[in-house]
Each structure stands twice: as structure tokens, then as C-alpha cells.
């Protein structure tokens, strides 16, 4: 990497264990620097204002202050990936209304498309969920949806978000828990129109992420 700067990791777990394993891998690439470690949602509060990360991976249950708590605090200072064995519906939702960019369930991934993860979030290129993340989000959004079809009409979203027709199929893919890169073959695309085209229907939907997309996508805008 040469003289390149190192993007700059806060590890936020209750297990000793989980943590030192996420160090020592992400201190193996070339790019990445563990700069902090919190066994709280409350240590990582204060470690977060003086370290100042670039992305903070979170845990959800944790004593004193939970990574639900925790994160409406740090994703004010940093870019917060939740990464837990929690995949309640729920969690999931009030995960990304507290400002986590991405959600990240453990045993789904590798550690090199951990440190892809990190990599994409930093440079804005995409915000990773996991299948079982992607699909307790839309299960949440859909519970909490007035009573009416079990799904956006397509149509209709069309009309109220000002979409064009590619960008609802793109919109629909991600709705469906698909990656960039799935989505590119899917519609015969290259990646990089794949990510113009998700630019803009986050801006269309005043959406800053993928997870936020799909609640308001599904008629559910999250709440500050």
C-alpha cells in the first residue's frame, strides 16, 4: 500500500475473545489499523470522541450501554457497522435508525469481505448488510406497516419517489438483499452504473445508506 493512509477500526464487543480475534485479522491486511477496542457501548461513547475512527464495528448486547444506544452516539463521530449475533427484526430496524450504516450478522462472512466491508463504507461505495440483516429489515418494515398490500406497488413508488423504471429495478434487487455485484449481472450492467443508479435513488428517497432505502422504499421512514 505504500504510503497510503490506513483506514482506522474501533472494536466494540463484550467478549474479549471476539475482539481479539476481529484485531488480529483486520491487523493482517494492508490497509486497515485497529486503533481501539471497547468492551461497553458507554467505554466506546468516550474512546470514540478522542480516537475518532473511521468505522466503529458494534456489537448489539453489551452491559452498561447496548450497541442500540451506543450507536445513535457514534454514528455522529464515525461510520458504525453493527456486527452481532442478533438478527431480530427489530433489532435490526432500530439499528439503522440509530444511524448504523451497515449490519453484519456473525458466521456470514469471510474476513476478507469483513475488510471489504470496511473498505466500501469508508469510501462511500455501498453499505453492507447480510442476507439475514437485509431480510429482518424488510420483515420489520413490512410489520410495521399500516394495513394494505403486503409489498410496495412498484408503480406507485415509481410516481411518489420520482424513480425512473431501471432505477425501481434496481431499487427491487436491493429490496431483495441483492449486492452491487449481483445486481450488475442481474440487469446486464457494469458496477459502476450499478452505483450511479443507487446514488441517485438515494437521493431521490433521501436516503443516506441501503438500509434506510429499503424501510423508506417499503413505506416505513425511519424516525429520528
Known amino acids: 500500500m ?3 493512509e490506513r483506514i482506522r477500526v474501533m472494536v466494540v464487543d463484550d467478549n474479549a475473545f471476539i475482539r481479539a480475534g476481529l484485531t488480529s485479522a483486520l491487523e493482517a491486511t494492508d490497509d486497515i489499523e485497529v486503533v481501539g477496542e471497547a468492551g461497553d457501548g458507554h467505554r466506546a461513547e468516550e474512546l470514540a470522541w478522542s480516537l ?3 468505522v466503529v ?3 448489539v448486547r453489551m452491559p452498561r450501554t ?3 444506544g451506543a450507536a445513535a452516539v457514534l454514528s455522529r463521530i464515525s461510520r458504525v457497522i453493527m456486527l452481532t449475533q442478533v438478527e431480530e427484526p427489530d433489532v435490526v430496524l432500530s439499528a439503522v435508525r440509530n444511524g448504523a450504516v451497515g449490519y453484519l450478522v456473525h458466521n456470514t462472512f469471510t474476513v476478507d469481505e469483513l475488510a471489504e466491508a470496511i473498505r466500501d463504507t469508508v469510501r462511500h461505495r455501498a453499505h453492507p448488510l447480510s442476507h439475514a440483516a437485509s ?3 424488510i420483515d420489520a418494515a413490512r410489520a410495521g406497516r399500516p394495513a394494505g398490500p403486503a409489498a410496495a406497488d412498484p408503480a406507485e413508488q415509481r410516481e411518489r419517489f420520482g424513480l ?3 432505477e425501481v429495478q434496481v431499487m427491487d434487487l436491493i429490496v431483495r438483499g441483492h449486492s452491487n455485484q449481483d445486481i450488475a449481472a442481474k440487469l446486464f450492467l457494469t458496477e459502476k452504473t450499478v452505483k450511479n443508479y443507487i446514488n441517485r435513488i438515494y437521493a431521490k428517497l433521501g436516503a443516506p445508506n441501503r438500509a434506510t432505502a429499503i424501510v423508506t422504499w ?3 421512514p425511519p424516525q429520528g
Open 135 to 137: 431480510a429482518a429489515l
Open 57 to 59: 464495528l458494534l456489537d
Open 66 to 68: 447496548d450497541g442500540i
Open 218 to 220: 417499503l413505506g416505513m
Open 2 to 4: 505504500g504510503g497510503t
Open 52 to 54: 475518532m475512527p473511521d
Open 164 to 166: 425512473s423504471a431501471r
